[in-house]
């Protein structure tokens, strides 16, 4: 069992491309994913999974279909799953931590270019 302390601004400046969530760790069967974010990602929804999203840096608008959550630095917020979102960094880049299940793809039920399968560690 590795124990190991994990600084998030220096695990944030080795994540080189946005929308590529990298692991940190893992408790239990969930993933703590890290992720920078910079423009717009895509409708999607994830049918079995929620997911949470802690803003580290920045201001992340998160629409639904219905209205928009603005979070800033130090607030999160739960997607239930079923739930279609469509997260907008848009004031310049957002550093966000995801808690979500194993297995758990960044495009939900789409798979395109942006879908990461292998998450890398950070």
């Given at each position: ?89 848009e004031d310049g880049e957002v550093h966000v931590l995801l ?7 960044n495009t939900g039920n789409l ?12």
């Open positions: 069992m590795e124990i190991r302390k994990i600084n998030l601004d220096e695990a944030f400046g080795r994540i080189p491309e946005p929308w590529q969530p990298h692991l940190a760790g893992q408790v239990n069967d969930v993933h703590i994913k890290l992720a920078k974010l910079d423009g717009e990602f895509h409708w999607h929804r994830h049918d079995d999974e929620d997911e949470l999203f802690l803003v580290v840096k920045g201001t992340l608008r998160m629409r639904f279909r219905e209205r928009d959550v603005v979070l800033q630095a130090g607030e999160m917020l739960v997607v239930p799953h079923g739930v279609e979102h469509l997260p907008v960094a808690v979500e299940p194993v297995g758990t793809l798979v395109n270019e942006r879908t990461v399968r292998d998450l890398k560690r950070i």
